[in-house]
């Protein structure tokens, strides 16, 4: 687990969260933090909308209540994601296949003065020297991955936004991405993720938020939530009284 400070101020702040599309309500009412050097995971059975939680956070649906970035409120805008130390992963990895691995990190950086060596940073620190120069198409999908963590670890964020970075990914791999993400907690980075991986978020969170149906039902370590009756009644249909 992340060491965190308890006098640290978060430094994402979600507070009664709502999102509506149309009639449907996908969140209802959500409210938790993450604190700098935290790793805080949202997880929850299919359509809780953990996801929808990314999309407020980055600005991309139409949301009531209060997201605070460093205690200043969120951007309305994706084009000011980064400048705000934003950086998200996204399921589809999103890469671009005929360019190279280089050249993929490199595109939220393009112009700035040492674009170079924060990429030369993430090629070493992701492990991705040697493929460097080979397009993104002729790599196997977990250092497909890796190339789609580094490209979000290029503007080396506060808060980073993983969207099930261990789908697809045999246990070494996992155990390699958690030995990553520890280490960017550690630089002091805010780190928030969604992740069906169970067992990954058991071992690697220091706080769990669990969503069914777009609310909170359980928050805790995950000893708490292990042991919560309501988290077991949303994966497993157990009702929590029986």
């Known amino acids: ?73 969120a951007p309305r805008h994706t084009s000011a994601l980064a400048a705000r130390g934003i950086a998200r992963t996204l399921q589809g990895l999103g890469l671009f296949p005929g360019m190279t691995v280089r050249e993929n990190i490199a595109l939220p950086v393009a112009g700035t003065p040492d674009a170079a060596q924060r990429v030369a940073r993430q090629l070493e620190s992701l492990a991705l020297v040697a493929d460097a120069d080979r397009p993104v198409s002729a790599l196997a999908y977990p250092d497909r991955k890796r190339v789609a963590l580094a490209r979000a670890l290029v503007i080396e ?25 520890r280490r ?21 969170a220091d706080r769990i938020v669990v969503l069914d149906f777009g609310r909170v039902i359980a928050r805790g370590t995950p000893d708490d939530v292990r042991r919560d009756p309501r988290v077991e009644e949303a994966y497993l249909g157990v009702r929590a009284d029986a």
């Not at 506060?158 to 993400?181: F, H, S």
């Not at 907690?185 to 067992?199: I, M, R």
């Open 157 to 181: 964020p506060t808060l980073l936004l993983l969207d099930e970075p261990a789908g697809g990914l045999g246990a070494d791999d996992i155990a390699a991405l958690g030995d990553v993400i």
């Open 1 to 73: 687990m992340s060491a965190v400070r308890p006098d640290d101020h978060p430094r994402l702040e979600v507070s009664g969260l709502e999102v509506r599309f149309g009639g449907l309500t996908a969140l209802d009412d959500v409210s938790f933090d993450v604190r700098p050097g935290e790793i805080v995971a949202l997880i929850g059975p299919n359509g809780a909308g953990k996801t929808t939680v990314f999309n407020a956070v980055c600005a991309l649906v139409r949301r009531r209540g209060q997201i605070r970035i460093g205690g200043i409120p």
């Open 184 to 204: 960017v907690a550690a630089t002091g980075c805010a780190v928030l993720l969604v992740e069906h991986h169970v067992d990954f978020v058991m071992s690697l």
